[in-house]
C-alpha cells in the first residue's frame, strides 16, 4: 500500500509541473516570444495542451467568462494540492502508513 502512495504522489507531483509548464508555454506562445513556427516548439507545445486540456476543460466549462484571464490552471493546482493533502491527512492514516 505504500508503493501506491507514493506513486500517487510522485504522479499528482509530475502533474503539478507539467500544469505549471503549460501555463507559462501559453503565455510565451501568446506574446511571441518562442517561434510558433518551429517544429520542435510545436510539438512541446502539442503535448502540453493534450496533457492538461482533458483537465482543463471541465474546469473551464463552470467558471464564469474572465475576459481574457484564464484561471483554470490555478484552479488545478489547488485541486491537485486538496487531493495530495487528503491523501496525507485522512486517507494514510486509515491505513497506518507513515507520513511521507
Same mark, same amino acid.
Given at each position: 500500500?505504500i &508503493? ?9 507531483n ?6 505549471i +509548464?503549460a ?6 506562445? &501568446?506574446?511571441?516570444?518562442?517561434? $510558433?513556427?518551429?517544429? =520542435?516548439?510545436? $510539438?512541446? +507545445?502539442?503535448? #502540453?495542451?493534450?496533457l492538461?486540456?482533458? &483537465?482543463?476543460?471541465?474546469?473551464r ?5 474572465? +475576459?481574457?484571464?484564464?484561471i $483554470?490552471?490555478?484552479? =488545478? #493546482? =489547488?485541486a =491537485?494540492?486538496?487531493? $495530495?493533502?487528503?491523501l496525507?491527512?485522512?486517507v494514510q492514516?486509515?491505513? +497506518?502508513?507513515?507520513?511521507?
Amino acid at each position: 500500500m505504500i &508503493a501506491v502512495f507514493y506513486t500517487l504522489h510522485a504522479a499528482i507531483n509530475i502533474y503539478w509541473y507539467i500544469v505549471i +509548464g503549460a501555463a507559462i508555454f501559453s503565455w510565451l506562445y &501568446a506574446f511571441n516570444v518562442v517561434n $510558433s513556427r518551429n517544429q =520542435l516548439v510545436d $510539438s512541446i +507545445g502539442n503535448m #502540453l495542451y493534450r496533457l492538461t486540456e482533458p &483537465a482543463l476543460r471541465p474546469i473551464r466549462r463552470i467558471l464564469p467568462d474572465l +475576459g481574457g484571464i484564464d484561471i $483554470s490552471p490555478i484552479i =488545478l #493546482l =489547488l485541486a =491537485l494540492t486538496f487531493i $495530495s493533502v487528503f491523501l496525507d491527512t485522512t486517507v494514510q492514516p486509515i491505513f +497506518g502508513i507513515g507520513s511521507m
